[in-house]
């Protein structure tokens, strides 16, 4: 038998192997959804398509609970936010493994994400200064510029897909000029970028493994090409400044290319999410978007609003480094704990009247959808500035914005998001 042979085959048995562990999974999960357990009932549809009712009978059974799959669950705001700011917790198994219990099946690598200290502290301090607030208000008005144009398209095309077509392209292209990409690469990384993603709710077929190892495969390639380019003729760019730590011996190539892949999968479909969620919640609440309309310096509020009540990232997870007690559980080190960031944003005891969505709440921000602790969301200055001005074109270039079909959820469950999102722009919509 040749080399060549005896590696086709054991992919094929490897794929066969991993056929049957998805299908088992998939089945066992469903078998427990169809019998009632909360947790599985996150992973399938129809239950998933509004888990806020599930969150509630969690919150319900208490702070920690166990689910059938034996998972242990945290459902309010308070032990959530305990849990990502304990120290004791981390994402690496001790034999090194990431472990959090929403993952693939396949290792993503995404850099920060699935690092512990001390290569978290060292990475995470070399990409927080290109992130950090100041810098990026210099995006502001390319983002504006942005939003404007493809609402001028919406505009004179009479309607248009409110997700593909304006949610979708604004963070792309943002990402493009952040990373100094392109434009043409655009459709490409968005293409990439929505693929990888969908896998962070875990892979559920050998097709969607393919996809996504493809994916992966094109983005190294990708970004190993730019970081070389930039290298020879730097620009004003995050890629450019990191190459200098790069030469430094701070970072190594590898670890760059998997940083490059994580700003564009954690920057790119949870912004999608937030716009889109939060045109659809303003859409459901007409007095809402009334008050946006009136005065839309209150897109601020709505981006705060929309991460609280219907968050992109519903999920994540840690795991005990050591030995420990959680609300009067004992926890053995490596045990991996779910973090429910979404049901935290529904919590009576953290939000007055949880589940109404009012862009004039008092208390703004509190929320936990940009996690907390070490691993807090480092694109959080620049997914708000995206997000205000998303919100605040919307009012103000399409006031009349109504629904031209329903709108579409994508099928995954970490990730919550609209695929698809069908609307008029109105009669009133201003040209630029
Ligand atoms: C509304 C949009 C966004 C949401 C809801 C969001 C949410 C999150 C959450 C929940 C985490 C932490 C996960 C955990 O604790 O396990 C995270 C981490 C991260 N996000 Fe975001 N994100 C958004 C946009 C962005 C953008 C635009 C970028 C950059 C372009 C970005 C870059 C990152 C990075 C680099 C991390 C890793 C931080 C670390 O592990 O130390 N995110 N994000």
Redesign the pocket.
Known sequence: MSGQQSRADQSTFAELGLRARLFAQGALAYLFAKGGDSFARLLHSPWRDDPYPIYAAMRARGPLIRSKLGLLICTTHELCEEV?RDRRFG?LRSDGSYG?PTAAAVDLQL???E?DPPD?TRI?RL?APE?RPRRMEKYRQRIEDIANELLDEAIARGSFDLVRDYASLL?IRV?CD?LGLSQVDADRLGHHGLVVSGSLDGVRSTKQLRQMRESLNELDAMFARLIEQRRADPGDDVVSNLVTALDDDKITSTELVQLCN??LV??FE??V??VGNGANALLNHPEQWDLLRADPSLAPAVVEEA?RWD???QM??RIAHEPLELAGRRLRKDTPVLVL?ASAGRDPAKHEDPDRFDITREVQGEHL????????????P??RI??EVAFRCLATRVPDLRRAGPAVRRPTSVVRGLASFPAFPGKTAQRA
């Open positions: 990502l994402v959090d850099s920060l994400l690092l978290h995470r990409a992130l963070p990402i952040l994580l700003l954690a920057g949870t912004t999410s937030m991460l968050p992109p990232v994540t997870g960031l959808a940009f996690s907390s602790g070490s691993h807090y969301c480092l694109g959080a620049l997914a995206e997000g």
